[in-house]
Nanobody, 120 residues
């Protein structure tokens, strides 16, 4: 089994910063892509940022220049540094990873989510 566990969410004032972490544990041989999604109340879950195992990364336009995604493959961890936060960044943030697991295939896994609330 593989589990993804996010941490680092919380309540912050507009203009503040938070750093989210997501750790993959269990039978993890390698991880191809790691992604952060977010879902605001009453809205769909949308991709925020992704990073591949060659460190290629990209972001949704609304967070470019404010968010930075990074990964530590030795720790099977992905981070999302969020700066200059805005109230519209308020959402539950989910981690997603393509993991080479005990089936010898890459499969998608999701974390349980962490709440980020930005007050104005």
């Amino acid at each position: 089994q593989v589990q993804l566990v996010e941490s680092g969410g919380g309540l912050v004032q507009a203009g503040g910063s938070l750093r989210l972490s997501c750790v993959a544990s269990g039978t993890v041989f390698s991880i191809k892509a790691m992604r952060w999604y977010r879902q605001a109340p009453g809205k769909e879950r949308n991709l925020v940022a992704y990073i591949y195992n060659d460190d290629g990364a990209d972001y949704v336009d609304s967070v470019k220049g404010r968010f930075t995604i990074s990964r530590d493959d030795a720790k099977n961890t992905v981070y999302l540094q969020m700066n200059s936060l805005k109230p519209e960044d308020t959402a539950i943030y989910y981690c997603n990873a393509e993991v080479l697991d005990w089936t010898s295939r890459f499969r998608d896994y999701w974390g349980q989510g962490t709440q980020v609330t930005v007050s104005s």
